[in-house]
């Protein structure tokens, strides 16, 4: 914008100074040149006056007398100097006093009585004045002016006007340099406003400045910020709420898993609805969280030791179900892999994708857990694969929140999906390689970039 601004404004000063300069300096040489020729048409008349009385003779006189001719000399002679135009009076018998001149159409038409000026071929200009009266026949007073006697002083005023000229461009570039410099300040203070608008920093505010219109987009952008920090409290509340609201049927099936005659059954169903209740309470104390992550840094979280936990856990349903659940992840010796994501959810992603398998294959269909690591091991991620024995996903269909082609609400795979852009990283949907279907989760290291939008994901088929 700052460039764009500057190239406007030159453009712009370089065609009215021009369309104001060019006429000046045309008009300062014009006016030069008619100052030159007055000045030198009022000395050929000077002149032609001295000679009328040093010539004087009457009608049928001879030639001039040696006498007058050398006063009409020496008056010539004093009419040329350094610097002065030249001066030669050309006598009725042809004879030239002062400065050789030749006898040319002009000079004849002159001595008729008419005196002119004519710029001759070779540049210049000439005023010719005539002389009647005198001995001899009408004399012409010849006074020639050169190129640069009669344009003296217009390289100076050009000099002049050029000056002004770069200095007004000077000037305008420097106010339309001070002008971009404010428009790109504003804007890019706007920019980063909304920068961290879309980092999830719903604090930041624009400080509204500079031109009126940036002025109203910092007001709309801080409305902006202000509707969607109402819109994510409303939503936070209501799932915090809607959670709550499961603590009572919770509490009721604890009672009843405790009035269970079988000890065992009482006591694995009573560990299920633990498992719920701390299920609820991560709801609502996640609903309860800052928007704002606090300073701590990035969460972290080791994905194959999560995903073994979670596969123990799911293995006892897998094998009254008659499933094979196979997990495939770096021992805890092999060292961690290392992603962005808290455990928590982490888990929870996990329980989704297994539970996922559950839900939408029949009994005795196994499934594969594999963990790896990232290629680029420095900056760690990794990359879980689930691969079930089931009829697998439509063909041509993508499951994505409140559609998952199974008469679900979608919503767990989109806790996958969620939790795999918050690190930085994807999830890819297709099929296994026995028909079933196989979603791969990949997620960022530690280090990797949040990224702005984490309200929805693409995935690839």
Same mark, same amino acid.
């Given at each position: ?7 406007? +404004? ?28 007055? !000045? ?19 009608? #049928?006189? #001879? ?23 030249? $001066? ?17 159409? %002009? ?30 026949? $009408? ?53 980063? *406003? ?44 209501? %799932?915090? !709420? ?64 999560? +995903? ?19 997990? +495939? ?12 994501? !808290? ?7 996990? !329980?989704?994708?297994? #539970? ?62 969620? %939790? ?6 994807? *999830? ?31 995935? +690839?088929?």
């Amino acid at each position: 914008m700052r460039r764009s601004i500057l190239l406007v +404004t030159a453009a712009t000063t370089a065609l009215v100074l021009a369309a104001l300069l060019v006429p000046l300096s045309l008009l300062a040489r014009s006016h030069a040149a008619d100052r030159a020729t007055a !000045d030198a048409t009022s000395r050929a008349h000077s002149l032609a006056t001295g000679l009328g009385e040093a010539l004087a003779g009457g009608p #049928g006189s #001879g030639a001039p007398a040696p006498a007058a001719r050398h006063a009409a000399a020496t008056l010539v002679t004093s009419a040329n100097g350094p610097g002065l135009p030249r $001066t030669s009076v050309i006598l009725g018998d042809g004879a030239v006093l002062g400065s050789p001149a030749p006898v040319t159409d %002009a000079v004849r038409l002159a001595r008729y009585g008419r005196a002119f000026t004519y710029e001759p071929s070779g540049g210049g200009r000439t005023v010719l004045v005539p002389v009647q009266g005198v001995a001899g026949g $009408t004399a012409v007073v010849h006074v020639a002016l050169s190129d640069e006697q009669l344009y003296a002083g217009t390289l100076a005023s050009s000099l002049a006007f050029a000056g002004i000229g770069a200095g007004l461009m000077l000037l305008g570039l420097l106010f339309a340099d001070r002008l971009g410099a404010r428009l790109v300040r504003s804007t890019r203070r706007l920019a980063a *406003v909304a920068d961290r608008l879309a980092g999830g920093d719903l604090t930041a505010r624009a400080e509204p400045s500079g031109p009126p219109e940036l002025r109203l987009v910092a007001r709309q952008l801080n409305h902006l910020a202000e509707r969607i920090h109402g819109f994510l409290t409303a939503e936070r509340e209501n %799932a915090a !709420d809607l959670a709550h609201r499961l603590r009572t049927p919770v509490a009721a099936l604890r009672l009843d898993a405790e009035g269970l005659r079988d000890p065992a059954e009482a006591e694995r169903i009573a560990a299920d609805v633990a498992a719920l209740e701390r299920s609820v309470d991560d709801v609502i104390r996640t609903a309860r969280k800052p928007l704002r992550e606090d300073g701590s840094g990035p969460p972290q979280a080791d994905l194959a030791a999560v +995903t073994r936990a979670r596969a123990d856990f799911w293995l006892p349903l897998a094998e009254d179900q008659g499933r094979t659940l196979e997990c +495939t992840a770096p021992a805890p010796g092999g060292g961690p892999v290392l992603v962005r994501a !808290d455990e928590a959810e982490l888990a929870a992603a996990v !329980d989704a994708l297994i #539970g996922n398998v559950f839900d939408h294959t029949p009994e005795g269909a196994g499934m594969r857990l594999t963990v790896a690591p990232a290629a680029d091991r420095a900056s760690g991620g990794g990359r879980l694969t689930v691969e079930d024995e089931g009829p697998g996903f439509p063909a041509g269909h993508v499951p994505a929140r409140g559609r998952s082609g199974g008469g679900s609400t979608g919503l767990g795979l989109d806790i996958v999906r969620r %939790a795999a852009r918050e690190s930085g990283g994807t *999830v890819e949907f297709g099929g296994a390689a026995g028909g079933g279907a196989r979603i791969t989760a990949s997620f960022g290291g530690p280090a990797a970039r949040r990224p702005a939008d984490t309200t929805g994901a693409s995935a +690839t088929v």
